[in-house]
């Protein structure tokens, strides 16, 4: 709730030397400002029952946390008791005034029709926790708890705007709110796996054969995937796209469907579909290769025609049939598209397929 400007270092905790000269009456001049103010009554019951409340609720770190938005709200509060006691047509009183009701409303603490300094007295601290962005990104549906939301928004998983925000109690200005979402380099927003994710792909989708057979995939938000078997959209088919987690009204119209909110990679839309419909695109690169080349894309036509074209010019059978080319196809079809990392330098290798296919 403000910064002071100025020349002059500001010191959080001055040090012992400079209290022990204000002690002597001796007068220092290091600048220094205070951001909380412990209670003075340390072992009072309601007061600790309320503040444990508080804590649990907005899942706050410690105590100091309570104690410096008690701290702002009473500087807010002494700031509207000293304007009420000028005149109403004092010039502090009308301009200091209605800069801070329009900053109270900027930041949704107050509404629109309470531009009265009577309504700022009224503040509360749970009005200010609400503002919090650890608060606001948990009842957006970004995460799945509290405690979940603080961990996003450390781990530089929440945007504010185009903004990376990793601080949990920034408060969130009323026209900023719409624009809270994930971070477009987390892999949530789209961006790079983690390095977990990352470690498992690598091996192999993380050794297989980890679930029964047959066995519902748990898809979890992050996971990259591939649209496939729509009816309703068939446009849709053949879209990679991103499990993102639901927002908390989806997530009561979703109830009992089963249906998963996936973001398309390309152009951003979000649409709910059933995991019976996606796969990985590790599992979709293992379907081109066991399939004819006709079926890689049975909902593109344009790729369909292409793929009938081929075939019926005889290219693919000459490559298929060609004795050094055998076993690389063969290969292929055994042990999925990764096959083909090792024959990308081979420039020998590369430039037949390009003699063959016509492309050189």
Known sequence: ?????????????????????????????????????????????????????????????????????????????????????????????????????????????????????????????????????????????????????????????????????????????????????????????????????????????????GAMMGAPRAWAPGDMVIIRGLKAKPELNGKKAMVVPPTAEERETLKGTGRLIVRLIDSGEQFAVKPDNLKTTAEEADDIMGSNLEDVSMYNPAIQSEAAKLRESGKLDDLANDPELKPIFEDIKKNGMGALEKYWNDDKLMAKISKVMGTR
């Open 1 to 209: 709730f403000g910064s002071s400007h100025g020349s002059k270092r500001r010191l959080r905790n001055p040090p012992k030397c400079i209290a022990a000269q204000e002690a002597m009456g001796k007068k220092s001049y290091v600048n220094y400002g205070k951001s909380f103010r412990k209670p003075k009554r340390p072992f009072e019951k309601e007061r600790l029952d309320s503040e444990m409340k508080i804590i649990g609720e907005y899942g706050l770190k410690n105590k100091r946390e309570v104690w410096r938005v008690n701290f702002a709200l009473a500087k807010i509060r002494t700031a509207a008791r000293t304007l009420l006691t000028l005149d109403e047509k004092s010039e502090q009183r009308m301009f200091q005034g209605d800069a801070l009701l329009r900053r109270m409303i900027r930041l949704g603490l107050l509404l629109e029709s309470e531009k009265k300094l009577d309504y700022v007295l009224g503040l509360t601290t749970a009005k200010i926790m609400e503002r919090r962005l650890q608060t606001k990104v948990f009842k957006l549906g970004l995460a799945k708890s509290i405690h979940h939301a603080r961990t996003l928004i450390r781990q530089r998983h929440i945007r504010v705007g185009k903004q990376i925000c990793d601080i949990p109690s920034f408060l969130v200005r009323l026209d900023s709110e719409k624009h809270i979402d994930f971070a477009l380099t987390s892999p949530f927003g789209g961006g790079r796996p983690g390095r977990v994710r990352r470690k498992k792909a690598a091996s192999g989708g993380g050794g297989g054969g």
